[in-house]
């Protein structure tokens, strides 16, 4: 019964999440919007999800895996400057996952379900500037809450720039970025050493 109850719930997480908006009720800007949508990337190593690919759809970002998050990565480098875009990525090493649990009844039956996940991939991406081509460590993430406490459960992308180097890979200067895609709002820190 639970996992017909947990099943029943990813279905409607999955359609819930079919189109976002920001807190005001507007349509966000689409990845198609800022970069075509037939753009197709290099990837190597997302072999790395193991067992959680087959709970993908749980992230709400469709079941294309790794595409979708190419195309989230490269929507953010476009979000930034519109001449760039995403080469290619490489998944390094097994994602983060961490789980938050709520105490519900189900048919007069006390459980624990599954509301709160959060992914994040350690990735080294390539990217063309427009003028450079640049390599990052960074972490993509996925945050979902609500997944049976909210009547819609929301998805939140972060966004995370560890280290840039340039195409002969000596460390340019630390520009932390981190982009946290709630409400389409950017978020931008730099410090220079």
């Not at 992230?59 to 290619?88: A, C, H, K």
Request: net charge negative; glycine share 6%.
């Amino acid at each position: 019964m639970k996992t017909l109850v947990i099943a029943c719930l990813t279905t409607l997480f999955v359609a819930a999440c079919t189109q976002s908006a920001d807190v005001n009720g507007n349509q966000a800007v689409s990845g198609e919007q800022l970069a075509s949508k037939d753009l197709s990337f290099e990837h190597e190593g997302f072999e790395c999800i193991g067992e959680f690919e087959q709970n993908i759809e749980l992230l709400g970002r469709g079941t294309d895996f790794p595409e979708f998050m190419l195309r989230d990565i490269n929507q953010e480098l476009v979000r930034q400057d519109g001449d760039s875009r995403l080469i290619s990525a490489k998944c390094m090493e097994q994602p983060a996952l961490k789980a938050g649990f709520v105490d519900m009844t189900i048919e007069n039956e006390p459980t624990r379900s599954l509301d709160t996940l959060m992914v994040t991939f350690p990735l080294e991406i390539f990217a063309d500037t427009g003028s450079e081509l640049w390599y990052m460590d960074i972490e993509m993430g996925y945050t979902v809450t609500g997944l049976v406490s909210a009547e819609r459960p929301t998805v939140t992308k972060n966004f995370t720039v560890l280290q840039t180097y340039n195409e002969d890979r000596k460390p340019l200067s630390k520009i932390e970025v981190i982009v946290r895609d709630e409400a389409s709002e950017v978020t931008q820190k730099s410090d220079q050493q």
